[in-house]
T-cell receptor, first 116, second 113 residues
């Protein structure tokens, strides 16, 4: 079974600074997808960024980018120019192939605090 | 644009009572999922469905049942609620293949006393 590990239960960053959230995963599949979701206090789950394992280029969405290291099974999220609205719980997630129902497996989450 | 709608938003049950959580999506998604979220444990998959009339067990299925009689609806049932089922429940749906993101409902907070 696939597992996803986020080793940082809490992180903090100063407004306008950069922060990196770590994520590692374990899988025997060769074709899979990785995601970062954000959950603000409203409880809503919001997609931040996604990465296909077959793509070598790291995904970028505005201030959010990933460092995908397939051999190391690592998928970290970098937030640049942090804003107060970035404060939330962040979940890393793995999605396998259709033989597993394309289910999403989540890490434990990292609570990000942004200090003014 | 309703997306994924969960009802109810909150519920309090006594131990041993039963209830059904309803999830409805209007995006014609094939895949639907039920997760529970507990502090420090992320979201864990309870059951899922890859199409109308199909269901499968996830990571933590014990104490729950599901049905997918219509493509747009995915029901989660608790036959005899236990305090360990106190949690926030999320429904999600998606298209295949895997790079399609899951679209989540806003969650149901369930307390079992």
């Amino acid at each position: 079974a696939q597992t996803v590990t986020q080793s940082q239960p809490e992180m903090s960053v100063q407004e306008a600074e950069t922060v990196t959230l770590s994520c590692t995963y374990d899988t025997s599949e060769s074709d899979y997808y990785l995601f970062w979701y954000k959950q603000p206090p409203s409880r809503q789950m919001i997609l931040v960024i996604r990465q296909e394992a077959y793509k070598q280029q790291n995904a970028t969405e505005n201030r959010f980018s990933v460092n995908f290291q397939k051999a190391a099974k690592s998928f970290s999220l970098k937030i640049s120019d942090s804003q107060l609205g970035d404060a939330a719980m962040y979940f890393c997630a793995y999605r396998g192939g259709e033989t597993s129902g394309s289910r999403l497996t989540f890490g434990e989450g990292t609570q990000l605090t942004v200090n003014p | 644009n309703a997306g994924v709608t969960q009802t109810p938003k909150f519920r309090v049950l006594k131990t041993g009572q039963s209830m059904t959580l309803l999830c409805a999506q209007d995006m014609n998604h094939e895949y639907m999922y039920w997760y529970r979220q507990d502090p420090g444990m992320g979201l864990r998959l309870i059951h899922y469905s890859v199409g109308e009339g199909t269901t499968a067990k996830g990571e933590v299925p014990d104490g729950y049942n599901v049905s997918r009689l219509k493509k747009q609806n995915f029901l989660l049932g608790l036959e005899s609620a236990a305090p360990s089922q106190t949690s926030v429940y999320f429904c999600a749906s998606s298209y295949p293949p895997g790079n399609s993101p899951l679209h989540f409902g806003n969650g149901t907070r369930l307390t079992v006393t």
